[in-house]
């Protein structure tokens, strides 16, 4: 059975003294429980799985009866328990209990190692910074990447680009409708429904299906608030628009680009550049079909832009890196990636789509002479190898 690096990352911190929470966070449909199920499989203590993503509404008390559960199984087995809750957000004041029941077991000896599941990282983030500061490790799991698709199913780059990074989907990469109607429901109605529009206020939940769509059309492509809001239907204010955004980036389907300036004030004031966390989403919103994209250059260009920002942003999420965009009238770079004080400026040429190499020198002329420059695709690194981690960003 094919296993995620993360299996390795989860199996190692649980067989180590208990110290602290880990916490797996990831968009729905990219395999969380079936990682954290294959570690436990593979480490010689006890364990207890619960899923909280019921129909009803749970009480927090749910939460005490599954420690419970746990601390009898340590007490029996007289060896560590490990306990996985899953969807873990789903219960109203999770993070206090979980908070106290913890420190409890840190006063008492118990050795239950605590393992928290969640599918949208803003909700979950939002209960670790409030209450249990200093006391978890995240295990971060995007959706696949090229090479875990190609490792385990064999796809080439074009499957990859077209189909995406969702495992559960390629049985009915066959049909294209069905495979279309599972990424739909799934995936993207699934996460609108039960990890935002259930447990985050949405004033207007229209608008915000609406700017998903929106923002898996222009994927690859900068769009004002302004002209966002011409788009869309009863938009309202800019500040909505950014809100709802940062609501679809926190739950793993896209992502606003700001563009990088040597001045924060003029990053937060400026055009977002729409991106989709991965390809697969744009495809099954758009529902053209693989020919009709790889037989378009204007719009396979825009995918392996949308495929190298996704994989871009996965990886700045994980190092601690930031991602940005970079445009001064027509010059222009696609990606601007700041980590520490390296500065890299990446220029993505599908070879179907006509670019020229100006915005990275202009870049590079602009913000100093130690700036890195990567041109992905014809007459640079291989688009393959970039999204493989053979680029060495």
Known sequence: MFERPQVEIIRRRLS??????QVVQGPRQVGKTTAVLQALGQIPVGSHYAQADLPAPLHWGWIEQQWSIARREQQRAKKPCVL??????????????????????????????????????????????ESLAGRFEIVRMPQWGLSEMRAAFGWTLERFLFFGGYPGAVPLVGDAPRWSRYILDSVVETTL??????????DKPALLRQLLVLACEYSGRELSFTKMMGELDGAGHTTTLSHYLDLLDGSGLVFGLQKYASEPVRRRSSTPKLMAHDTALVNAISGLGEDEVLSDPERWGRLVESAVGGYLSARCAESGASLWYWRDGGDEVDFVV???????AIEVRSGRRRKGMRGLQVFAERFGSSVETLVVGTGGVPVDTLLTGGAGL
Not at 16 to 21: G, L, N, S, Y
Not at 195 to 202: G, I
Request: aromatic share 2%.
């Open 16 to 21: 180590e003294p208990r110290h602290t929470i």
């Open 193 to 202: 429904s039960k990890d935002v529009l259930l447990l985050t206020r949405v």
């Open 84 to 129: 996985a809750l899953d969807e873990i957000q789903k219960i109203a004041h999770w993070s206090e209990v979980v908070k106290r029941l913890w420190d409890e077991d840190t006063r008492l000896g118990n050795d239950i190692r605590l393992v928290l599941l969640g599918s949208s990282p803003l909700l979950v983030g939002r209960g670790l910074t």
């Open 338 to 344: 700041k980590s520490g004080s390296r500065l890299v």
